[in-house]
């Protein structure tokens, strides 16, 4: 049976996101209201008390966010109705953006379209829950994907628009950030890059001038400890099984928090490891560099799915909405056969899976310190792990000697149709597909590819 055949996903996604906004508005009974209105309600309480009054809740600690993220808040205020249903619709409208982004990446980047991406967002965001719509998470996602997808008629232009969409969805909330670390090379990487930072900065400076202390949110994050869903709460987690002497808080920055002896250097040792994983990514650019690139296309898609779920497990925090993140970029990753974070992002499918058993069913009992939520939180996270690590691993082999055998193992594996780059995806990281183990790769891709287009038509 050919791909073509297989059963639509846009029904199941029509079905799934239907179900999740009558759960988010209270159509449909759901376990545990707060879950999905608590964010909303505390969002509007900062903008009666203090956007409504041209100010910025700079005195609450909750307040994490850059001053971008106002935007997203005050739209649905500004909207005639309920500020509850306006702000689930706002973010059902950014999922279904990203949905159909995805659709037509997938087209265009494959006349034998895989539906892997599509699925791995409608079933991924349907595993989060009807929380997944109390959270403005999905506004930036949807912002992130777009500038992982869109392409324009030239690869300067292309690298220009990318570039002003990294540095909004970094305006809005920090993670977006991360896609630099997949900026092409040379002159359209510069020209990402330096567009993505004033984007980014010059809003952020003329806000600071007229709201002193805006930047607060990096001080606010920089104090915060160690959250019970991290993946460096893990000791602690284990720890209260075995009589460690330790507390879980529900901290002034509106997470609840382990505290007790060991903390303080956890907190230290999440640090260093987000500068390792960074410094991961950078040797593996620079690796990448010297050997005139890596030898797959879409690689600016990969890359930046390897760096969020770096930022990702090694955050002192991991609350359920940060798994939207790896979702968006991991079904970007998955519209290109040839993507090399294939295992990795069914990983995050399977970490997310079990999201509502921790977040909010079995939440109070892992506050407790039972062990059977423990070890579905252990599980997760060890996967998120996994998933980072083989991540890395796969991108450190891209750049290594042997990438034109990885290329035709890929190929072999996975590949079942001509592949056609946007701009600037050939070029991530290198000189072009006309320069190098580009070139190479390309010839070693034609004949496996006509192979397995015989085979898909065989079958």
Same mark, same amino acid.
């Given at each position: ?157 292309? +690298?220009? =628009? /990318? @570039?002003?969409?990294?540095?909004? !969805? ?6 977006? %950030? $991360?896609? #630099?670390? &997949? ?104 690796? +990448?560099? =010297? /050997? @005139?690139?890596?030898?797959?296309? !879409? ?6 799915? %390897? $760096?969020? #779920?770096? &930022? ?148």
């Amino acid at each position: 049976m050919k791909i073509a055949r297989r059963q639509h996903v846009v029904p199941w996604y029509v079905l799934t996101r239907l179900v999740l906004l009558l759960l988010a508005l209270n159509t449909l009974p759901y376990f545990n209201r707060g879950a999905v209105t608590g964010d909303v309600q505390l969002y509007h309480q900062w903008i009666t008390g203090s956007f409504d009054h041209g100010e910025y809740p700079l005195d609450d600690q909750r307040w994490q966010y850059p001053p971008g993220a106002a935007v997203p808040l005050l739209l649905p205020h500004l909207l005639p109705g309920s500020y509850y249903v306006l702000f689930f619709l706002m973010c059902l409208a950014a999922d279904v953006a990203v949905f159909v982004l995805l659709l037509r990446t997938a087209r265009r980047t494959d006349p034998n379209p895989s539906p892997a991406g599509p699925w791995l967002w409608t079933l991924g965001i349907a595993a989060i829950g009807p929380m997944v719509y109390g959270r403005y998470d999905l506004v930036v996602t949807a912002l992130a994907v777009a500038a992982l997808t869109v392409t324009v008629r030239s690869k300067r232009s292309t +690298a220009v =628009v /990318r @570039g002003v969409l990294i540095g909004v !969805g970094a305006f809005v909330k920090l993670w977006p %950030a $991360a896609f #630099l670390f &997949a900026a092409p090379k040379r002159r359209n990487g510069r020209v990402l890059v330096g567009v993505a930072a004033a984007t980014a900065a010059v809003p952020t400076l003329v806000l600071q001038l007229f709201f002193p202390g805006v930047l607060s949110f990096l001080t606010n994050q920089k104090s915060r400890g160690i959250q019970i869903e991290s993946v460096f709460a893990t000791p602690f987690l284990a720890g209260k099984w075995f009589g460690w002497s330790g507390t879980v808080k529900n901290t002034e920055f509106g997470a609840f928090e382990y505290l007790g002896p060991g903390v303080t250097v956890a907190a230290k040792a999440a640090l260093a490891a987000t500068a390792a994983g960074f410094a991961v990514l950078l040797l593996i650019r620079r690796r +990448a560099a =010297v /050997r @005139g690139g890596f030898p797959f296309p !879409g690689m600016m898609a990969d890359v930046s799915f %390897a $760096a969020v #779920l770096v &930022a990702v497990v090694t955050s002192r925090v991991l609350s359920p909405q940060y798994l939207v993140w790896l979702l968006g970029v991991a079904a970007v990753c998955l519209t290109r056969r040839a993507t090399l974070m294939r295992t990795p992002a069914w990983l995050v499918l399977g970490a997310v899976s079990v999201t509502q058993l921790i977040f909010p069913l079995f939440y109070h009992s892992l506050r407790g310190g039972q062990v059977y939520s423990g070890l579905i939180l252990l599980g997760r996270n060890a996967v998120l792990v996994a998933a980072a690590v083989l991540a890395l691993r796969a991108l450190w082999r891209a750049t290594g000697a042997d990438s034109g055998l990885l290329l035709e193992q890929s190929l072999d594996g996975s590949s079942l149709g001509q592949d056609s780059s946007p701009p600037l995806d050939g070029e991530v990281l290198g000189r072009g597909a006309e320069h190098g183990p580009e070139r190479v790769a390309d010839r070693v891709r034609r004949p496996l590819r006509r192979a397995a287009d015989g085979l898909v038509e065989g079958d």
